[in-house]
């Protein structure tokens, strides 16, 4: 892998393999009785949210303290930034904290890669979401959740699988980070959504585009549902919010007309009711639950690959025997 995490697009074949095989190791320690590793221990991973979040903030801060990495939480509100102090004052502050690892989420598209990118720390920087660009530890989560369910038994991975990504396209950082990496991965994405929330520029997306629902979903492997983000709407994107359930969430009638093996996705927080209702999120084809563990192994497998240092050519193995200790 690189030296950084900031786009799904960032990551070859080999490279988003490469995760997912070490986060499948690395799932295992969620069923032990002593679930940490050494692998970073002296090292300081930094967790700097700029915007509210709960699973992302909470997982990457699980799956450093798993390593044994030092944990350093920044919120922007209750800090300096509150005073108006800038990225750049907050970067060099960790930078001379001595931070080997800085998670980024933050409100506006890009930051991360111009905390990268800027000379401000030498540290790796991982993007947790930036504006409505990209989300790609999410995307590897998915993919992970993906390849458990429906991979090959061959290795052969997710092609050719079907993945419908349905809701609020044109906010969902989700979405776009999925889109880019579950096409490399060779699976077959189509994005469903009413014309207003479909982002500008989309046919040069690696997908398929409907705004027909019913018509997608017997087709599909997998359906991933997102939230409606109003918080950066304006109003006038759909009639109302129970117009936009009855065209585009996904309810037991809807669920129904999936193939048996198929499975449903959500990268929270779920609106119940708005774009799937309780009886989806918790029904046996859900997964939802399951996406949040796989989080904290996936991103293990990215802090591990970017701070150990380790050579994976190797075939030893990363975690210790059952007997020996952790």
Same mark, same amino acid.
């Given at each position: #892998?690189?030296?950084?995490?900031?786009?799904?697009?960032? =990551?070859? &074949?080999?490279?988003?393999?490469?995760?997912?095989?070490?986060?499948?190791?690395?799932?295992?320690?969620? +069923?032990?009785?002593?679930?940490?590793?050494?692998?970073?221990?002296?090292?300081?991973?930094?967790?700097?949210?700029?915007?509210?979040?709960?699973?992302?903030?909470?997982?990457?801060?699980?799956?450093?303290?798993?390593?044994?990495? @030092?944990?350093?939480?920044? /919120?922007?509100?209750?800090?300096?930034?509150?005073?108006?102090?800038? =990225?750049? +004052?907050?970067?060099?502050?960790?930078?001379?904290?001595?931070?080997?690892?800085?998670?980024?989420?933050?409100?506006?598209?890009?930051?991360?890669?111009?905390?990268?990118?800027?000379?401000?720390?030498?540290?790796?920087?991982?993007?947790? %979401? @930036?504006?409505?660009?990209?989300?790609?530890?999410?995307?590897?989560? @998915?993919?992970?959740?993906?390849?458990?369910? =429906?991979?090959? /038994? +061959?290795?052969?991975?997710?092609?050719?699988?079907?993945?419908?990504?349905?809701?609020?396209?044109?906010?969902?950082?989700?979405?776009?980070?999925?889109?880019?990496?579950?096409?490399?991965?060779?699976?077959?994405?189509?994005?469903?959504?009413?014309?207003?929330?479909?982002?500008? %520029?989309?046919?040069?997306?690696?997908?398929?585009?409907?705004?027909? =629902?019913?018509?997608?979903?017997?087709?599909? +492997?997998?359906?991933? #549902?997102? &939230?409606?983000?109003?918080?950066? #709407?304006?109003?006038?994107?759909?009639?109302?919010? &129970?117009?936009?359930?009855?065209?585009?969430?996904?309810?037991?009638?809807?669920?129904?007309?999936?193939? @048996?093996?198929?499975?449903?996705?959500?990268? %929270?927080?779920?609106?119940?009711? #708005?774009?799937?209702?309780?009886?989806? /999120?918790?029904?046996?084809?859900?997964?939802?639950?399951?996406?949040?563990?796989?989080?904290?192994?996936?991103?293990?497998?990215?802090?591990?690959?970017?701070?150990?240092?380790?050579?994976?050519?190797?075939?030893?193995?990363?975690?210790?025997?059952?007997?020996?200790?952790?």
């Amino acid at each position: #892998m690189k030296r950084h995490l900031l786009s799904a697009a960032d =990551l070859t &074949r080999d490279d988003a393999e490469l995760v997912l095989r070490t986060a499948a190791e690395l799932r295992s320690l969620a +069923d032990r009785p002593i679930k940490k590793l050494p692998a970073l221990r002296g090292r300081t991973v930094v967790n700097l949210f700029f915007e509210d979040s709960t699973r992302t903030r909470i997982s990457f801060e699980a799956a450093a303290k798993r390593l044994s990495a @030092d944990v350093i939480n920044f /919120a922007a509100k209750g800090s300096s930034v509150s005073k108006g102090e800038s =990225l750049k +004052d907050t970067a060099l502050t960790l930078e001379a904290m001595g931070a080997d690892a800085v998670v980024v989420r933050h409100g506006a598209s890009g930051a991360p890669h111009r905390l990268a990118h800027s000379g401000w720390v030498r540290s790796s920087v991982v993007n947790a %979401g @930036d504006g409505t660009h990209e989300h790609p530890t999410q995307a590897l989560l @998915d993919a992970f959740t993906l390849t458990r369910h =429906l991979g090959a /038994a +061959d290795g052969g991975g997710l092609d050719g699988r079907r993945v419908a990504i349905v809701g609020d396209v044109l906010h969902s950082r989700v979405a776009r980070s999925n889109a880019l990496l579950l096409q490399t991965l060779g699976a077959e994405v189509t994005l469903v959504a009413p014309p207003t929330l479909m982002p500008v %520029g989309v046919g040069s997306w690696p997908v398929e585009t409907s705004y027909d =629902l019913d018509a997608v979903l017997p087709k599909a +492997d997998a359906v991933m #549902m997102l &939230r409606v983000q109003r918080e950066r #709407m304006s109003g006038g994107f759909f009639p109302t919010p &129970r117009e936009y359930s009855r065209r585009y969430g996904l309810d037991g009638r809807r669920m129904a007309t999936l193939q @048996d093996h198929a499975i449903v996705m959500h990268p %929270g927080p779920m609106v119940r009711g #708005m774009e799937i209702t309780a009886d989806v /999120a918790d029904s046996p084809r859900s997964v939802i639950v399951e996406q949040v563990t796989n989080g904290v192994a996936v991103r293990m497998a990215v802090l591990y690959l970017l701070l150990s240092g380790a050579d994976l050519s190797a075939d030893a193995p990363l975690l210790p025997t059952e007997s020996a200790p952790a």
